[in-house]
Each structure stands twice: as structure tokens, then as C-alpha cells.
DNA sequence: CCAGTCACG
DNA sequence: ACGTACGTGACTGGC
């Protein structure tokens, strides 16, 4: 049999998981007081890869100890580190007995690192006619690609890996895997400490490898470089170079005492890693273990509910768990499968939902007195009413309580979910039901029903906990006071719909289809040959190899066809101009024309999204099947779209109120900036009195539209966490420029500057940051040791606050005006958020009442320390409510 | 099922 | 020197 070998980096990867997992520190504690997250982690990585190589051989490579022949060389190697913290320490040995238990090799060797062992029996495996996967942390172990052996580099988390092949090194850097030891010899390693030359950088490196091949052929041609700064530098870091290309060289013949033959993988002692994963508190581990050995979770009692035992649910008096099963995502159109309802271990089971209208059933859950738990109130409010029935009073919810707790945990999967927070006796509907075509509500009903009642249990067993968690976060208003009452809410927007006229849609796509028609044949006229122009590889060939067009910018598996390439290539061929027009009308066509004509409800002639209440990780809705968030309004020929959306009566019209600028008066709120501040209480047009600032203009009359129209782009950056380079890709400056707008702004509005500092310092310390709502946005990768990684984090600590304070706004003005309408006894229907927008549709006659009541209730809903301002619009279509 | 593209705030 | 704006969803082509 054909030999597959795993080469693990055990400190490298272990190190990955320790930071992966680094935000739920606190919660990876066995009784023992030992923290298990790297343990965890690494066990993850462990299965993960075992599973994708299936490996017959393997080892795990650990460092010996600080100091190696690369220390002795140089006494500064990997000088300058951060000391490793304690909490990772504690945990290496445990490692080894995990791997003891997975019957798994592991292996040090004094005086040479992971790396050594790994490059020593990765060339010995090469040699053997081996197929070897090495898994690290650790970019620079990417010199070891060969034909037969792939490195796969953990890039998020630890279960995710980027695998290095030599064809993915030579599209990636366009080098090959051993000239990376030379790019090193160029560049030195800044995380290593060790330099190389003063200047080079990887571009340069790359260019100059390109060129000359290797350190060696650089230098023999140094002498006969044009003279410039790199030269010099070339010339003077002689010494540097050669020794960082010896400090970054993998050794392949350390003086191993393991071979290839010690390797042999035979699966793991079952006994003895249950007994580890017992010692550190795994249950998840456990329960896979037990799954992987055929012994099902415990089984459970229930009852099935029948109309003669329906008098036993008046014992529930105070609370109710409660689950309506809808076996398909979308709940408008969804079947009912069955449902559960039961308290402190007795659950009642039924296949047949028309029970739920047995008065004993729809009272209990109309009740406001018995409470109810659930998973996605929301959608259960949503079934029901398709059933005629309401929700009264719901206590827990475990799918918003967990979303709060952690945005990240925002699986719609009951038994995912449930394990996420250590429940381990419910498996995954994917595990019951199948997936893809298979899945289907099982025959069985001891199968199905058992499901029902473990998702009850489930929901029961979380319930103290998790508010408990809630309130220690500080998070119990926004549960309470938000999130609850606003799905409420979206039940009834979504509930309501909105009328689509599939005539004027139908109108507008034989008018687009002919137009695109005729497009279509001017491109293939000025193309010579008939392609798909929807397809970025033909259409990059036609024009970048066939048409020869300048390449502006490349994608990872191709030429970029984008809009702003696109842009820039207009003047030179007027088949650009028709593939830009061809894009849009098609975007509209099929998207917007097709895609919702497919979405219109046929019996009440509506589209009913859903709104997605516990997806995004700043706090903002998200609207799908159809999304009705990103309908057009940009481009006039877009914008048509929206005489579609019509009011669902004669007689009425659509009216729409959004708040101007709300981030950046959130911005000037929690910044307290007091110039920021002062522009908005004094009514100034924002954008313009930034370009005041930062321009430094003395009247208003000197800001010309351009001016505008940067200052615009600078504010816009300021909420997305500014970058220079950033800024000056989206309005075309040099980057120099653009850090003088960033300084200027930072001058002038010192109290966004310190902000910057502050809460990015906030999100280091404390792992996450909130709104002023308290909603939570956890950031492991503040920790980064990837710039980009890190500096990615940084700016999402930035923008979070402020795009998350502005979502809890809007949120409190919509359960505040849902209320208002009911108790003035309006006709007026709240239908759909667009983040900063409402859109209803009322009887006209209550449009001049709205256009007093929606403002005052969204610039009313927070208090803050500027004021927020709101515009209104109505129409008879929502492209007319403008 | 992923990548590219483009629609929105 | 690093390589970037923040947050989403739908459609298409191509593996």
C-alpha cells in the first residue's frame, strides 16, 4: 500500500491553537485548574487532518529547547520574543500524553528545531516513494514543497490550512519552494530576529530572484547593477544575507534518531484517550469518540401527544419548553414536520401540527403567564401564524441568548449549537435528517421524535446558564429590551411583506433582454469571436490575450475583470465601454428581475424575506430569499426597479424615513469629539466642514464639489477604521497624500484620534468590544502575529462600536414606532430596515401624520450627545418615495 | 462548492 | 516592509 506520511510542527501548531482560542481562555479550564484551549485546539487540528490525509505514518516534531546550532551561530535568533505565557506552557506536556493516547510518535532532538526533524524525514520519506503532508503554523516550512510533499499552513483557527504545492509556491510568489530559503537570505526575518538586507523587502526579493535565481546569483552580478540605494545596501549586507540564508535553511540531515520505519499510525487507544479527554473536561471529544464507536447518546423518554392524553399539558403552568419543527430553512413556505412541548424532563411529541389548535395547546402558547423557551423565536412565531396561531410571552430564546454572548456562535443548528456551549446529548439535524438531496424528516418515529425531545432538552438544559452568562456580560437589557421584542417585530415585517407589480417587472426584463441582445453582438463584433461574457476567464482572455490589452491587476486564479480595471481600460478599446453596460444590464436582469419575479408569493403577490437576526457580527440585520437590503438606487437604471415595490391597497403609498448620517454622528457621540460635535449640533453639512478642516478653508464657498467629495471619502474611512492605502485606492491619490488627509483629520478632531488609541488598546485587554448597547464583538485576532491578520482586527475594533451603535439605534426606533402605530391606531405598516431606513406603507391620508410621528420616534430612540437626524420621502412606488 | 463580480448601507 | 478600507447576499461559471 502506498505510503502517506503526516509531519506535524507540534510547537508551531500547538502555538495556533493556543491563540485560536485564545478569547475562550476562561472557558477551556479543566478541575484541575489547568487551561486546556491549546490541548483543545491541537486536538481539533489533529482529527482534521487525520481525517483529510488518512495517513499510514506519522510524527509530531517538537523544539528541544531555546538554545539550537542556529542560536549558537547567531545568539540573537529569535531574540526579542515575547515570553511564552504561562498558560501555554502548562499545556505541552498534556499534549504528549495526547499523542501517547493517539498512538502517535512524537520526537525532540537537542540542539535543532521542529523544523529540522521534519525537513530531515520529509527528504528521507521523498526518497522512499512516501506522499508526505507536513502541517505547521509556520510559513517558512513552505521550502519543503516537493512534488510528493505538500505543507499545510494553518491559516484561521487551526482547522483551515493553505496547502503548498510547488505550483501553489510558483503562482503565489512565482518563485520555487527552495528559492524561498533565498527570499529569506534577502529579506531576513523580522519574527526570528534576524536581518537581512537593509531595505529589501519581499517585492524586492521576488524581483531580484527572478533575475538572478538565488543569494548566490544576486551577488554575482551585484557588480554590475546599475548604481542605486539597493545596490549599496546589496553590497554592504553581503555577511547578512548569506548568514540569514543559513538561519533560514531547514536542515534535511539532523542527526535523527527516529526513522521512517518508527512511524507506523495504527489509530489511537480508545480507553486511554477517554480517559485523557475525561481528565480534561472534553466532553465534546468524549461524545465523538462514543459516536465513532457506534454507541448512540443516551436515550431519552417521551410521549407521544394524542388528543386523549392532551389534559396532561394543563401541568405545565409556568413555563414551557416548545419546538416547531420546519424541516427547510425558509419558514414562509417550509412543511411542518411535527413539534415538542414539555417541561422538566416529560416532553410531548406529535407528527401532527393540527393538534396545536386544540384550545389546551393554542391557549397554553398564546400564554403570557406560561413562558416559553425556544430555539429562534422568530421563526416560531413566523410558523405559527401560518397556523393562526400566536406566541405569547418567550422567556429564553437559546439562538439570540447565544448570538449575544458571541456573535461568532451564529450556527441556526440547534445540536451545533447546544455543543458549542458543552451540551453534548443532541446531535445535529445534519446527523438526523441527512444532508442535501438525502435529507428528510426520518420514518422512524422513535428516530425522530427522540431528536425532538433532545432539542427540548437541550434548550431546558442551557436555559440558567446562559442568562446567567448574559447578565454577568452586562447584556440583559439588550436581550430584554431589544433583541426579544425586535424579533417580534421583524415577524411581523416579514409577515406582512411587501407587493412586487410582476407586471412592471416582467415590462422592464423584455426591455432589458433585447437590449442585452444587442450588446451582446457589438462585443462579439468588436471581439472578432463569439464568448461568454459572463464568464471572467473567457472574457479575461479575450481581452488581455487576444485583444492584448495592459493587465491591470490579477486575481488569484486569473486577469481581473472588475469594474475599476475595467474603468481604466475604457479608452483604449470600445468593447470595454459594451462589457461594463453589458454587466450592469445583466446584474439587473438577472438579480433583480428574474431573482425576484422568483421570489413574489403567488398567492398574495408579496415577497416575504427573512430577516437575519443573529448572523452579523456588528449587530446589523441581514435580509435574505429575497434580500430586499440591497435593491437598487444608485444608477437611474437600476433605481426603476423600485417602481415595483408597491403598496398592498388602492389608495396608499409608500413612505420611507432614514437618518442622515448616523455613523458619523454615533462617531462624534462615543468620540466625544468636541469639534465633530459642534458640527452636527450646529447643522453643518458634515462632509463640508471636514473639508474645511482638513483643507483648511476659510469659507464655505472654497469647498467645490471635488473637495466634497474627498473629505466624504475621508470621513467614510475614519468609521471603517482608516488605512492610507485605503483611502487613496478609493479616491485615486498617492498614498503620501492620502496619510496628509489622515493627519489633518486627526488634527483637527483629536477626540477621534484618541479613540483610535483607545479602543483598539480596549480590544487588546479585554478581547472584544462593544456598542453602547453592550453588544459584544469578540476579536482573537487582535493577537494576530500576521500584520494583516492583526491590523484586519484592529480596524474591525474601530468600526464595530460604530456600526454596531448605530444598528442598536435603529433597532430601538423600530420597537418603539411598532408600538406608536398600534396605539394611535394607524392603518400604517412598518415593511422593511435598510440599516438607516424604514420603509412603510400607509393609506395616504396618514401620510402627514407620519411625516411627524416616524421622525420623532427614530431621532427620539437614543439619547445622544449630538443629534440624530432623520428625512422622510413618500410615494406611490418606493422609486417614487424619494 | 468556490471564486469573481456587483448590488446595498 | 507588511497589503488593506467596514458590514452584507445573489448570481454566474467552472471545477
Redesign the pocket.
Same mark, same amino acid.
Given at each position: 500500500m502506498a505510503k502517506k506520511l503526516l509531519l506535524i510542527d507540534g510547537n508551531s501548531v500547538a502555538f495556533r491553537a493556543f491563540f485560536a482560542l485564545h478569547n475562550q481562555l476562561d472557558r477551556f479550564v479543566n478541575a484541575d485548574g489547568l487551561h486546556t484551549n491549546a490541548i483543545y485546539g491541537f486536538n481539533t487540528m489533529l482529527d482534521h487532518m487525520i481525517k483529510a490525509v488518512e495517513p499510514t505514518d506519522m510524527l509530531v516534531a517538537f523544539d528541544a529547547g531555546k538554545t539550537t546550532f542556529r542560536t549558537a551561530m547567531f545568539d540573537n535568533y529569535k531574540g526579542g520574543r515575547a515570553k511564552t505565557p504561562s498558560e501555554f506552557s502548562e499545556q505541552m506536556p498534556y499534549i504528549e500524553q495526547l499523542l501517547d493516547a493517539y498512538g502517535i510518535q512524537h520526537y525532540k532532538l537537542k540542539d535543532y528545531e521542529a523544523d529540522d526533524i521534519i525537513g530531515t524525514l520529509a527528504g528521507q520519506a521523498d526518497a522512499a516513494g512516501y506522499t508526505t503532508t507536513v502541517v505547521t503554523g509556520d510559513r517558512d516550512l513552505t521550502q519543503l514543497t516537493t512534488d510528493h510533499t505538500t505543507v499545510a499552513v494553518t491559516v484561521k483557527g487551526v482547522s483551515e490550512v493553505e496547502r503548498y504545492t510547488p505550483a501553489h509556491v510558483q503562482e503565489k510568489l512565482g518563485i520555487t519552494a527552495t528559492q524561498i530559503i533565498d527570499m529569506k537570505g534577502l529579506t531576513g526575518d523580522?519574527s526570528d530576529n534576524y536581518p537581512g538586507v537593509t #531595505?529589501? &523587502?519581499? #517585492?524586492?526579493a521576488l524581483k531580484l530572484l527572478k533575475q538572478y535565481g538565488s543569494v548566490e546569483g544576486v551577488y554575482e552580478n551585484v557588480a554590475d547593477m546599475k548604481q542605486s540605494k539597493m545596490k549599496e545596501h546589496l553590497i554592504e549586507d553581503h555577511d547578512l544575507a548569506v548568514r540569514a540564508k543559513v538561519l533560514a535553511t531547514i536542515k534535511r540531515d539532523a542527526p535523527i534518531t527516529v526513522g521512517l520505519a518508527d512511524l507506523a499510525y495504527a489509530g489511537p487507544n480508545i480507553d486511554q484517550l477517554a480517559e485523557f479527554y475525561q481528565t480534561m473536561d472534553f466532553q465534546s471529544f468524549l461524545k465523538k469518540l462514543k459516536v465513532n464507536n457506534a454507541e448512540p447518546v443516551a436515550p431519552i423518554d417521551y410521549t407521544v401527544l394524542t388528543k386523549e392524553n392532551l389534559p396532561e399539558l394543563a401541568q405545565f403552568k409556568t413555563a414551557v419548553e416548545f419546538y416547531l419543527e420546519m424541516p427547510t430553512a425558509n419558514y414562509h413556505t417550509s412543511a411542518f414536520a411535527g413539534f415538542a412541548i414539555g417541561h422538566a424532563g416529560k416532553w410531548y411529541i406529535s407528527r401532527d401540527v393540527e393538534l396545536l389548535l386544540q384550545p389546551a395547546v393554542a391557549e397554553m402558547l398564546a400564554s403570557d403567564t406560561i413562558k416559553k423557551n425556544v430555539f429562534d423565536m422568530k421563526r416560531t412565531i413566523v410558523g405559527l401564524n401560518r397556523l393562526g396561531l400566536s406566541l405569547g410571552t418567550v422567556d429564553f430564546d437559546l439562538l439570540l441568548v447565544s448570538y449575544l454572548l458571541d456573535t461568532n456562535d451564529n450556527s441556526n443548528d440547534l445540536g451545533n449549537l447546544a455543543e458549542q456551549h458543552g451540551y453534548t446529548e443532541l446531535p445535529t439535524d445534519e446527523e438526523v435528517y441527512g444532508k442535501?438531496v438525502k435529507r428528510a424528516i426520518p420514518d422512524d418515529d422513535k428516530l425522530f421524535f427522540s431528536h425532538l425531545a433532545r432539542k427540548l432538552a437541550a434548550i431546558a438544559a442551557l436555559h440558567a446558564e446562559l442568562m446567567q452568562k448574559l447578565d454577568e456580560n452586562e447584556q440583559t437589557p439588550l436581550y430584554d429590551d431589544i433583541e426579544k421584542p425586535m424579533a417580534r417585530v421583524l415577524a411581523q415585517m416579514e409577515i406582512a411583506g411587501i407587493t412586487v407589480d410582476s407586471g412592471t417587472l416582467q415590462a422592464m426584463g423584455s426591455q432589458f433582454k433585447e437590449r442585452l441582445s444587442e450588446i451582446e453582438q457589438k462585443i462579439y463584433q468588436e471581439a472578432g469571436q463569439e464568448f %461568454?461574457i !459572463? +464568464?471572467?476567464? @473567457?472574457l &479575461?482572455k479575450i481581452l488581455f490575450e487576444d485583444m492584448k490589452l495592459p493587465v491591470i491587476k490579477k *486575481?488569484? /486564479? =486569473?486577469? $481581473? /475583470?472588475?469594474?475599476d480595471?475595467?474603468e481604466k481600460l475604457a479608452p483604449e478599446a470600445p468593447i470595454v465601454a459594451n462589457i461594463?453596460q453589458y454587466?450592469?444590464i $445583466?446584474?439587473?436582469q $438577472? /438579480?433583480y428581475v428574474? &431573482?425576484l419575479l422568483?421570489a413574489i408569493h403567488s398567492s398574495d403577490q408579496k415577497v416575504h424575506t427573512r430577516y437575519?437576526q443573529t448572523? *452579523? @457580527? *456588528?449587530g446589523?440585520l +441581514? $435580509?435574505?430569499?429575497? !434580500?430586499l @437590503? %440591497?435593491?437598487?438606487?444608485?444608477?437611474e437604471e437600476?433605481?426603476k426597479i423600485r417602481q415595483a415595490f408597491v403598496p398592498s391597497h388602492a389608495g396608499w403609498q409608500i413612505f420611507s424615513s432614514?437618518y442622515s448620517q448616523i455613523e458619523l454622528r454615533v462617531l462624534a457621540h462615543i468620540t466625544h469629539d468636541a469639534n465633530l460635535q459642534a458640527a452636527f449640533k450646529e447643522g453643518d453639512d458634515i462632509h463640508a466642514a471636514t473639508a474645511m478642516r482638513i483643507f483648511n478653508l476659510k469659507s464655505p464657498e472654497e469647498v467645490t464639489p471635488n473637495i466634497r467629495r474627498q473629505a466624504k471619502?475621508?470621513n467614510? =474611512?475614519i468609521v471603517?477604521?482608516? +488605512?492610507?492605502? =485605503?483611502?487613496s485606492? !478609493?479616491?485615486g491619490i498617492t498614498?503620501k497624500q492620502a496619510k496628509a488627509f489622515i493627519d489633518a483629520y486627526f488634527k483637527e478632531y483629536p477626540g477621534v484620534k484618541q479613540y483610535m488609541t483607545d479602543i483598539v488598546k480596549q480590544a487588546h485587554e479585554q478581547g472584544y468590544v462593544e456598542t453602547i448597547s453592550h453588544r459584544r464583538r469578540y476579536l482573537p485576532d487582535i493577537h494576530a502575529k500576521s500584520? %494583516?491578520q492583526r +491590523?484586519?482586527a484592529e480596524? *474591525?475594533a474601530m !468600526?464595530?462600536p460604530i @456600526?454596531g451603535s448605530a444598528a442598536d439605534i435603529i433597532k430601538i426606533a423600530m420597537i418603539k414606532m411598532q408600538a406608536k402605530l398600534k396605539a394611535a391606531g394607524l392603518k400604517a405598516t412598518m415593511l422593511l430596515q435598510?440599516?438607516?431606513?424604514l420603509i412603510f406603507e400607509a393609506p395616504k391620508e396618514e401620510i402627514s401624520t407620519l411625516e411627524k410621528l416616524v421622525p420623532s420616534v427614530m431621532d427620539s430612540a437614543v439619547k445622544l450627545e449630538v443629534p440624530l437626524k432623520v428625512e422622510s420621502h413618500f410615494g406611490d412606488t418606493w422609486y417614487d418615495a424619494k
Open positions: 523580522t #531595505k529589501v &523587502g519581499e #517585492k524586492t442535501g %461568454n !459572463n +464568464s471572467p476567464k @473567457q &479575461g *486575481t488569484k /486564479t =486569473g486577469y $481581473s /475583470t472588475a469594474v480595471v475595467l461594463l454587466r450592469q $445583466s446584474k439587473i $438577472s /438579480t428574474v &431573482g422568483d437575519l448572523l *452579523t @457580527q *456588528t446589523r +441581514s $435580509s435574505v430569499d429575497p !434580500n @437590503q %440591497n435593491i437598487p438606487v444608485r444608477l437600476g433605481r432614514d471619502a475621508v467614510f =474611512g471603517y477604521g482608516i +488605512s492610507d492605502y =485605503g483611502l485606492q !478609493n479616491i498614498r500584520f %494583516n +491590523s484586519f480596524r *474591525t !468600526n464595530t @456600526q435598510v440599516h438607516d431606513e
